[in-house]
């Protein structure tokens, strides 16, 4: 079992849907969460982290922490085509540690 | 802003050559990460380094090396490449150790070995 579990996709949705994606991990010492966006043929770049439980919003980016399931997830309001790239999920033990763990990423897709 | 540059986008390399990927940081951080990217399998870490000539193995270091002679740059190596070294490979840097949550990437070599 992969330590980090993320649906490859892909989804396409309309432009101005909400969009969930998710990601479920194994090791309930993960504490920090981090999400990445990746256009095609370009390195990922990061979106948001949180740390343990939660919800922390940037702009139309909204991350959750669900510690007790084991599960975290990215939405994005009024999407738009340009948020079209691949999602990654990553995770960290502690703030000692550096080694990011990461998820196999989603595809998106809004169309206009 | 942070930059991460990679020297190569696109690199094709002979079975048995010796590559290096070279990938250096403007902004003074200290921890420099490799990481390759393969379909289905997402990223995963080769080597890091906290500092000069420091280095650590990451989950697959078998097959390459690393160098780090200045904090600002930072050298894989490929000492006989072979076709599964065929992948998309990606350089990372964060400010100090322990803020990985900080981590900037490059834009990716995609190397292919024939």
């Known amino acids: 079992q992969k330590e980090v579990e993320q649906d490859p996709g892909p989804l396409s949705v309309p432009e101005g849907a909400i969009v969930s994606l998710n990601c479920t991990y194994s090791n309930s010492a993960f504490q920090y969460f981090m999400w990445y966006r990746q256009y095609s043929r370009k390195g990922p770049e990061l979106l948001m982290y949180?740390?343990?439980?939660g919800n922390k919003e940037d702009g139309r980016f909204t991350a959750q922490v669900d510690k007790s399931s084991k599960y975290i997830s990215l939405f994005i309001r009024d999407s738009q085509p340009s948020d079209s790239a691949t999602y990654l999920c990553a995770m960290i033990l502690s703030y000692n540690t550096d080694k990011l763990i990461f998820g196999t990423g989603t595809r998106l897709q809004v169309f206009p | 802003d942070v930059k991460v540059t990679q020297s190569s986008r696109y690199l094709v390399k002979r079975t048995g050559e010796k590559v290096f990927l070279e990938c250096v940081q403007d902004m003074d951080h200290e921890n420099m990460f490799w990481y390759r990217q393969d379909p289905g399998l997402g990223l995963r870490l080769i080597y890091f380094?906290?500092?000069?000539?420091?280095?650590e193995k990451g989950d697959i270091p078998e097959g390459y090396s690393v160098s780090r002679e200045k904090k600002e740059r930072f050298s894989l190596i490929l000492e006989s490449a072979s076709t599964n070294q065929t992948s998309m490979y990606l350089c990372?840097?964060?400010?100090?150790?322990?803020?990985?949550?900080?981590?900037?990437f490059g834009q990716g070599t995609r190397l292919t070995v024939v």
């Open positions: 380094s906290y500092d000069v000539k420091m280095k």
């Open positions: 990372a840097s964060s400010p100090t150790q322990g803020a990985s949550t900080e981590a900037f």
């Open positions: 949180t740390y343990s439980s």
